[in-house]
């Protein structure tokens, strides 16, 4: 079903809630110094931009570091196991430095506080948190830090919604001067049957397209080089509101922006339209790199994991997007041990990475998530047969990379420069439009720039190269 409109939240509430930053800023007794840990995707990182905006408007300042912090918090991820327990382990670990320092205020917040019951779970067996939201009520943390500190009282506010009002204008502290995330949606509706993100990002929410283009071209006007545009599925965006334009569409409006790099994640494989190849290969901006994850190669792992396209098709569309953009770089997500994944199955997924020749592929290993279908699936794959398969399959893929990457050699690439290498001040290092890292000799002040840079060798995960003129 469609909405009639974008589910902005009023422009009061936001006016509110910047009134309370202020308020806080104005406090005496109050924290002074920051520290974001963030786990998970994009989307979270983005998310932490936006509590460092919001913690810069309330008068703080990034402490030095998370030893030295008065306010810590930790921006969660729950997607796999090891991501939770990765930022619970964490958060006890400030538990002794709270014994040090009872003045040391402590916050979690993001997906892992979405989950069913994780409030209770906060209170109860983490009582040296402070305070605790989930993702849906991210802009009303001025409002919830206020209380915290105010009441001297533990505040956990869970928003159980599954359609959160889009927050417009936020401050947003940008990790980088060049780089910037736009998101274009939030949520997710497809329901793959092992993921936990739709039910702690809730249903498919686009932004009104004006926006987001009014934000492109103040970033551009801000001197943003590259722009990556954020949702779990941006091939749906738009479809939620009445009148909205599409994804393909928008990507063409955003072209006319002029920023030199669009990048965009995540492409669902089932919604790659034709329409949104020709844009790419039209387009002046948008980079020749694709992130389509396909999960696995057997048509009945996909069946049963809810992605609605099988292996000929995504191979079909693989073939659709070369024959238009014939140097696009592919990479993908993969998943090894799903709930009755046979050897024969396994081998499906390492022949189809074969058969696509990706640039590089994020591999996982199947971790069942409480209340998603998989997880109550039977045949769960032991451990050990899961490791055993997630190496051959990272040993698949590490040779392919190395193949394509020597293919490299001998092109010039357009390298945006990001840093100096850490191991030696005359080495910088930027990535090319096929979001490789190639490390080059240079000098400083071609940081924030793009740069020629003829590859010269391929390494295990990046380039090098010499600049040229
Ligand atoms: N929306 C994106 C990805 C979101 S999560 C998409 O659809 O592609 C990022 C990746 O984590 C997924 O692509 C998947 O490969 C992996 N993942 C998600 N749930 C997982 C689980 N329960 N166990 C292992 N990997 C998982
Ligand atoms: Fe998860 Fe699937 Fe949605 Fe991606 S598309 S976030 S894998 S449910
Ligand atoms: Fe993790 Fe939430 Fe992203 S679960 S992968 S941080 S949307």
């Given at each position: 079903m469609k909405r009639l409109e974008v589910l902005e939240l009023p422009a009061e509430e936001i006016a509110h809630q910047k009134a309370l930053m202020h308020e806080f800023a104005a406090m005496e007794n109050r924290p002074h110094t920051y520290c974001v840990v963030t786990y998970g995707c994009q989307m979270n990182a983005h998310d932490s931009e936006k509590l460092e905006g919001m913690l810069t408007e309330m008068g703080m300042t990034k402490a030095e570091s998370r030893e030295t912090a008065d306010f810590v918090i930790f921006n969660t991820c729950c997607v796999r196991d090891n991501a939770q327990r990765r930022a619970l382990g964490n958060v006890v670990w400030l538990k002794e430095l709270k014994k040090e320092r009872p003045e040391l205020m402590v916050a979690v917040c993001g997906c892992m506080m979405q989950q069913k019951g994780m409030g209770e779970q906060i209170l109860r067996q983490y009582p040296f948190v402070d305070l605790a939201f989930g993702t849906h009520n991210l802009y009303r943390f001025a409002q919830l830090m206020l209380q915290a500190v105010k009441s001297r009282c533990r505040v956990v506010e869970v928003l159980d919604e599954d359609e959160g009002s889009i927050p417009e204008d936020l401050p947003v502290r940008r990790s980088s001067p060049h780089h910037a995330y736009i998101t274009i949606m939030y949520g997710c509706n497809n329901f793959c049957s092992y993921c936990i993100v739709p039910y702690v990002r809730g249903r498919e929410r686009s932004r009104a397209s004006a926006r987001i283009i009014e934000e492109a071209r103040a970033l551009k006007a801000d001197g943003v080089k590259e722009i990556m545009l954020l949702g779990q599925n941006v091939n749906s965006y738009g479809l939620d509101v009445e009148g909205e334009i599409s994804f393909a569409q928008l990507l063409a409006q955003l072209d006319e922006v002029g920023i030199e790099r669009i990048r965009f994640m995540t492409s669902h494989p089932k919604d790659i339209s034709d329409e949104l190849i020709d844009v790419i290969a039209n387009?002046?901006?948008?980079?020749?790199?694709l992130h389509l994850p396909v999960q696995h190669g057997s048509n009945r792992v996909l069946v049963s994991m809810n992605r609605r396209y099988t292996r000929e098709q995504y191979l079909a569309r693989v073939a659709a997007i070369r024959e238009k953009v014939p140097d696009m770089s592919l990479t993908t997500d993969l998943i090894v041990?799903?709930?009755?994944?046979t050897e024969e199955e396994f081998e499906d997924t390492c022949s189809l990475v074969e058969a696509v020749g990706y640039d590089s592929a994020f591999t996982f290993i199947y971790s069942p998530r409480i209340g998603t279908r998989a997880a109550d699936m039977p045949d769960q794959i032991p451990e050990e047969v899961s490791s055993r398969r997630i190496q051959k399959l990272i040993a698949v893929q590490k040779a392919i990379t190395h193949r394509n990457y020597a293919a490299y050699v001998g092109q010039v690439h357009e390298v945006l420069v990001d840093e100096a290498s850490r191991r030696d001040a005359h080495q910088m290092a930027g990535k090319n439009a096929y979001n490789i890292t190639v490390n080059f000799p240079g000098s400083h002040d071609l940081i924030g720039q793009i740069v020629r840079v003829k590859i010269t060798s391929a390494g295990e995960s990046t380039l090098r190269g010499e600049k040229i003129d």
């Amino acid at each position: 079903m469609k909405r009639l409109e974008v589910l902005e939240l009023p422009a009061e509430e936001i006016a509110h809630q910047k009134a309370l930053m202020h308020e806080f800023a104005a406090m005496e007794n109050r924290p002074h110094t920051y520290c974001v840990v963030t786990y998970g995707c994009q989307m979270n990182a983005h998310d932490s931009e936006k509590l460092e905006g919001m913690l810069t408007e309330m008068g703080m300042t990034k402490a030095e570091s998370r030893e030295t912090a008065d306010f810590v918090i930790f921006n969660t991820c729950c997607v796999r196991d090891n991501a939770q327990r990765r930022a619970l382990g964490n958060v006890v670990w400030l538990k002794e430095l709270k014994k040090e320092r009872p003045e040391l205020m402590v916050a979690v917040c993001g997906c892992m506080m979405q989950q069913k019951g994780m409030g209770e779970q906060i209170l109860r067996q983490y009582p040296f948190v402070d305070l605790a939201f989930g993702t849906h009520n991210l802009y009303r943390f001025a409002q919830l830090m206020l209380q915290a500190v105010k009441s001297r009282c533990r505040v956990v506010e869970v928003l159980d919604e599954d359609e959160g009002s889009i927050p417009e204008d936020l401050p947003v502290r940008r990790s980088s001067p060049h780089h910037a995330y736009i998101t274009i949606m939030y949520g997710c509706n497809n329901f793959c049957s092992y993921c936990i993100v739709p039910y702690v990002r809730g249903r498919e929410r686009s932004r009104a397209s004006a926006r987001i283009i009014e934000e492109a071209r103040a970033l551009k006007a801000d001197g943003v080089k590259e722009i990556m545009l954020l949702g779990q599925n941006v091939n749906s965006y738009g479809l939620d509101v009445e009148g909205e334009i599409s994804f393909a569409q928008l990507l063409a409006q955003l072209d006319e922006v002029g920023i030199e790099r669009i990048r965009f994640m995540t492409s669902h494989p089932k919604d790659i339209s034709d329409e949104l190849i020709d844009v790419i290969a039209n387009s002046r901006h948008i980079c020749h790199a694709l992130h389509l994850p396909v999960q696995h190669g057997s048509n009945r792992v996909l069946v049963s994991m809810n992605r609605r396209y099988t292996r000929e098709q995504y191979l079909a569309r693989v073939a659709a997007i070369r024959e238009k953009v014939p140097d696009m770089s592919l990479t993908t997500d993969l998943i090894v041990g799903y709930p009755g994944e046979t050897e024969e199955e396994f081998e499906d997924t390492c022949s189809l990475v074969e058969a696509v020749g990706y640039d590089s592929a994020f591999t996982f290993i199947y971790s069942p998530r409480i209340g998603t279908r998989a997880a109550d699936m039977p045949d769960q794959i032991p451990e050990e047969v899961s490791s055993r398969r997630i190496q051959k399959l990272i040993a698949v893929q590490k040779a392919i990379t190395h193949r394509n990457y020597a293919a490299y050699v001998g092109q010039v690439h357009e390298v945006l420069v990001d840093e100096a290498s850490r191991r030696d001040a005359h080495q910088m290092a930027g990535k090319n439009a096929y979001n490789i890292t190639v490390n080059f000799p240079g000098s400083h002040d071609l940081i924030g720039q793009i740069v020629r840079v003829k590859i010269t060798s391929a390494g295990e995960s990046t380039l090098r190269g010499e600049k040229i003129d």
